[in-house]
Every structure is written in structure tokens, then in C-alpha cells.
């Protein structure tokens, strides 16, 4: 594997050539901002976001990003009347000054939900780095269902071992993220995204700075975690403008409950180079070493029967053997667990499970104004992803330590278990051209292209655990050790275009017309499959079905309107419509998706036959989504409402039941979903240093079909709701600065979440808070910025269910993707720049 990457990594380290066309800069209190916003709509004819031509003197070229919500002039607002959130439109922008109230190298995603109504985020650390367990939902759209780009690269999709992309937290060390945005409407027409169904997150990575110089931070917390980050900029280098930083972060903690670690160690370089004064060049370059042994996944049973600190049976390696017996070659339970725990509750309780996630991406951005009213972005951009994640199997049998049996004394004989060790590959190579016009009578058109050649693969590996010790957690684990169960692959291209023209009717009236087409085709599944082979070594494996072919989702013209009027200085109306389709899932031929989980249907009918059956049924999911809003700014008071309405069709869904390890699971349309919510927020200055937030959001997502057949049974969804996502959310926020001191505190209420289709069961709602302070000393001798922060998660300890992952289960408790948040955390930070 690491031979074959050669190539990529040379291709990777000659993209470091240069830089990114945004560039943040640190702007005046939100008051002063607000008036500012006002005037350019009341005095300025051209489109609200339409680019600022660059300055003969400073040679530096503007950006065509304007959908972004953080421009040059705003990306960071240090008001002191508390508002650091800024909204326009259906849009709400997320500056860096809100950020650095959070613990240092939070998830930027975690930020966003706790800042912005309608948006959930759960995890199972206080990070929120856990991507197995990361959840984020906006409007009832995943983050696998969110367009996400960083400095206008597309990410694709934001889940666990993105097969189609990276998480936000690989891509980029939090710290050099200098603002980022959350369209909460229909998206965006130039957000590149092939799983945009409705909702989109730009993030715009910060510049080098002029003058050389650097940031040195240090955070310690609880279950001895501690995050070292450190950055240096070189300043303006020479006459033609050079510049740029180089930055790394090292995050390390031990789990808060079970055994093990998580660390990550992260390193970014980002280069400027201004080409006289008609444009520049970025380039940037991120690695991610992503190290983490994993929590375990239960269901409600395991939960409520054994409490918030279950997990995995590891140092306890008879116990693991012996539960593992009990799982794979009995019905019943141990002795003890008799109505405590089910024969697959106990199955669910492995030895361990971990991974590994290595991830290097660079891109390089040309921005340059061709004419007096036409400008140019290009991006080129590779990504190169590898690592292993995966758990004990209890429903496997290393073979070497002889037949298993129950001895007398209660312990076993044999190893009835295996480690279960997918390894991965996954390359991006991709483009994206945009053009910006100034057109006549106040036009301002954008049209561009994207093309992406995505590489993917996934080869599941057992290896032997002995008599009398278990495999090592977080090691390289070589293919010579192994005995691979199957190989699959996928090979996809996707391309995209788009056409907008935002129109200002008259000053401070803007209406957005526009359609994107999109088609994808990936062609791959199964290369190897060596069931037979294991069976006859005696690994007691169980058919993984294999499947082979090529699924397209194409549509050439999906619309987008958009409208937006700033009027009386203070009031802002605006609405949003667009048709949104995603492209098809690809993992594995056992994770849902066409080419997984198809099994066998009925006799003699193969998995096979089943995927080419469900290719002229099958359809790609497609959204129309509507919201109109309305909101008030002022000095005292900011307040805003959205209503909002999906109509969701070809609802595709994973129905999985059965222990992580052993599942049964079907890939099925579920129809249609419809979704129709509110959100309401509005925050009070009452004096200068005191910002009140409150939030409330309410959305019904039902789904419509009254027939789906699921394991031989047939089942009405109708009225049934969204799985994993809560009805109610309530956020409120209290921030206070006075002279250099900040003091901040959050509540976030949860509403009950589904997590079966019939919504026979729910996990309970909970009410979560944190809380945090800091100091800011100013510059003492040479050293500028000083600045402490301490804060607490989980404030009041609350035992909760944080992030639940994969898919659900038609009904019943019998499904083990559950896990629980962590408790009281503390945390504090110390940081200088120089």
C-alpha cells in the first residue's frame, strides 16, 4: 500500500507551489459592522456580494467566493457587544473570535451546532473528534448530506472513513481555520458537492500574516489530555508580496472510560504569492495522523441494564473469550446476566476496537482578474487517505488454537474470536474553474465546472488473537499477518456545472436565478472474495455475498432561486428554492449502499441478482427544498425566524438489525419524507460587554410511504419520523466581556430522537451546558496576546446518548450504534502570539 501511494505523494508535494483566494482580516465591533453592512446596501448599486476590485498598490486579487458568508473585510468581528455570529440571508457565518470561546481544537462542526439553531452535533469526547461517533443534522440533512468545501476545495462528504471525501477535522487544524459558514437553505449553486441534498459549510482557511511572527498554545484537561499547538509566519518575504506560515497540533488524551488512547497529530503550510496586481496564487498543504482506540457502541438495554461506563471487555481477556463463546456457539448468556443482558448484547461486548486514519491534501488556487469586470478561480487539489479501523469479531474463530469448547472451571478452550481489520485507500484528484462577471444593468453572473476522479479501497482482514493474549490495539497491522475475507473497490467520476446570475433589482433587493447540473457514475464492488477459503481453514466465517457492477445518478437541470432584500436600515426579508440530488453511497458490499448489504432475497437469487435487479428500480435521492425568513439587526437587538419546508424523494435507507459485528441488513427506498420546521432566535445587548442568545427549533420530518417489504414483512412508514433526528432544540448563550475578561455560558436542550423506523423507541432528551472564562494580558515584553481560557463540559454531568451511528433498525432494541457523550470535562488554555 505504502509503494502504491508513492506516485499520489509526489503529485501531492508538487502542488505546493502557492495560495488561497481568501483573506481574512480582523475587522471593528459588530456595531460599526452593522452600519457599515447598511450603507453598502442602501448607497451601493452593485450585488451584495459581488468581488471588490484589488488595489493597483496592494497586488492582491479579491475572491469570487461570495456564497462563503466570510468575506476579506469580515472574517473575523471582535465585538464587544457579543454577537460573533454573522447572518445574511439564509446564511449564518461563524467568525474566528466565536471559535476561540470554545476549547482549543474543538470541531469546528461541534461550534457550529451550538451556535446555530436547527443544528445538532453529538460526539462521545468533548472534541468532538471521534469520527466513528460523530453525528452533525441540520434541517434533517446528515453531514453526509451537507456540500462542505475549505477555500472552495470540495470535501465531500463528512462521515466516518469518507469514502468520497474528508472530514473537516483531517483537512485542517482548527486553529488555521479563520471562519466558516452554514447556508441553512437549499444549499448552494457553487458549493461542489455530489451529496448536496440541501444546507452547505464553506470554511475559509486564514492567511499568513504580513509581519513574521507566530502563536504558541497549550491545553491541558481532564483523563490527562493535553493539545500543544504551534504556528510560524514568515511575514512579507520580498517586493513581489511572498509569504506563509507552517503550523502542527498535537492532540493526545486517554479515554474517559475502558482502555486506551486517542491522539492526533496534525500539520498545515499555506503560501501567498501575489502576481503583480491582477491576482495571486495559494497553495496549501494538510496532514492528519489520526490514532484511536474507540468507544464501544451499545443499545438501549446495554445502556440502561449496565450503565454509562460499559464498554469493551479489554484487559479482561478470559472474559472476552468466554462471552465470545457464548455469542457465536450458544443462545444463551452468561452466568450472572440472566435478564440482564440478550444473547446479541452480549455478542456486542468485544475485546477491543480501534483505528487508524493517515490523510495528505494540498491544493493550489489561481485567482486572477482577467478584465475590468471578469475575474478567475482555479483550484487543483489531491487527497490521499489510508488506515485500518475496525473491532473484535465474536462471530469468527482463529483457527490455530484448536477446536473451542467450555471447560468445567467456566473458561474456554480455543479462541472463538478474531480481529476484524478493514484497511482502506482512498485517492481524490479533482479541479474546480469559476468565473465572476460584472454584467450590465446590475448583473453579477458566476458559472464553473468541477471534475473529480475518486479512487476507493476497502479490504477486510481477520487476524489471529491466541490462547492466552489478544492482538495489540492501535498497531500497523501488515497484510502478511493477515487472511483477507474480501477486497472491494470502487472507481467513480464526477463532474458538475453550474450557471448563476445574481441580479440587484434596486439597492439593497438581490435576486439569485440559477440550475447546477450533475451526473456520477462509479463502477466497482467485490475484486476478491475468500469466504470459501476461510471455511475451509476453519475460521467459521459467514457469507460476506459479493456484487460487481456500475451505477450512474444524473440530472441535468436542477434549479435554485434565491431572494434577499436588506431594507429600513434594520430589516431583511429573503427566501430560497432550489432541487437538490445525491449521488449513490459506495463503502463495502456489507455497509449500506447498491452494492452492499444485498444478501440473498430468495432462492437461488444471488446478491448478484439483487443488485442488478435494484439498478433499473433504484433511484438517486432528490430534494426541493423552500424557506423564507425574516430578519432585525440592531445594536440592542437581533432577532430572525425561518420557516422551512423539504419534500424528500427516493428516500434511500440502510435497515440494519443485529450486533455490529454479525448484522442483517437491506438496502431499500423508503419513499418519500417530508419536513416542515421553524427556527426562532433573537439576541439582547442590553450594555456594552453583555450578549443574551435564545434559540428554539421545531421540525416535523415524517415520512410519507404506507408499504415497504424488510425481511419478508411488509411495514407502513406513514407518519412515522425521521430517525435520529429530535422534533424540539432549544440553545441559549450568555456571553459577557468587561475589559480583557470573557465569560461565557451554554445550554443546548435535545428533544427525543427515533432510532427505529417505526419509532418504537426513542433516545430520552437531555439538557447539556458548558461553561467557559478567559483573560486576555495584552503584550508583556515582546510577547503579544496572552490569553488564558478555562472551560467545562458537560457541566452538569448529565449520562446522556451523544452520537448515534450507520443505520436503524426497523423496530426494536436490537440494534447497537449508540453511544454515550462524556461527562464533566475541564480544560484549560494558555497562549501567546509573537
Known sequence: ?????????????ALLLATTPFTPSWAEEISQHEKRVSKKYKQSSRPANSPVKSSPKSGKGASSHHRSGIEASDAETLGVHGSRVRTHGAEVAITRATMDQFVSGTNPMQILAQTTPGVNFTSTDAFGLDTWANNLYMRGFTQDQIGASLDGMPLGGQGYLNSNGVAITQAIIQDDIGGMSMSQGAGALDMFSAQNLGGAISYVSRDPQDKAGGKISQTFGSFNAFRTYGRVDSGILNSTGTKFYASFARTKSNLWKGVGYQSELQADAKVVQPVGDTGKITAFFGYGNFTQANYMPMNLNTWRKMGRDATFLKPDYEKAKLWAYYAQYTSDVPPGYQGILSNDDVGNYVWDGSQIQRTYLSYINGHFDLFKNVTSDTVAYAGIGSGT???TNNFVTSPSSGAVSLLADGTVSGVPMALGMPHYFSR???????FSIEAPHHNHIETGVWYENNYWRDAYRLYEDYENEGHNSNSDFK???????YDDSFNTNTFQFFLQDRWTIIPGMNLLAGFKSLTQTT???TKADYTAELEAEGWNPYYRHPVNGTMTASSAFLPHFNFDYLFLNHHEFYWDIAENLRAYDFKTQTSGGPWGGLGTSAAGQTAQDVFDANKNKLRPERTWNYVVGYRYNSNLFSGSVDFYHTDYYN?????????????????????????????VQGTVRPFKGLSITNSFSWADAEYQTKSINYAGSTYSLKGKKQVYYPKFMYKADLTYVWRQATFNFNVNYIGARPITFLNDEKVPAYWLASLGVGYNFGKVGFVHGIKTNFGITNLFNKNYIGGITGSAGISGDDNYNLFVAAPREFYGTVSAEF
Open 523 to 525: 463502477h466497482g464492488g
Open 389 to 391: 479501523s475496525g473491532y
Open 479 to 485: 497484510q502478511s499477518q493477515a487472511h483477507t475475507w
Open 651 to 679: 428516500r434511500l435507507a440502510t435497515i440494519t438489525e443485529g450486533t455490529t459485528s454479525n448484522a442483517y441488513t437491506a438496502y431499500l427506498n423508503v419513499g418519500r419524507e417530508t419536513v416542515n420546521g421553524a427556527d
Open 1 to 13: 500500500m505504502r509503494d502504491s501511494r508513492l506516485p499520489s505523494l509526489l503529485m501531492l508535494s
Open 428 to 434: 481524490r484528484l479533482g479541479f474546480t474553474q469559476k
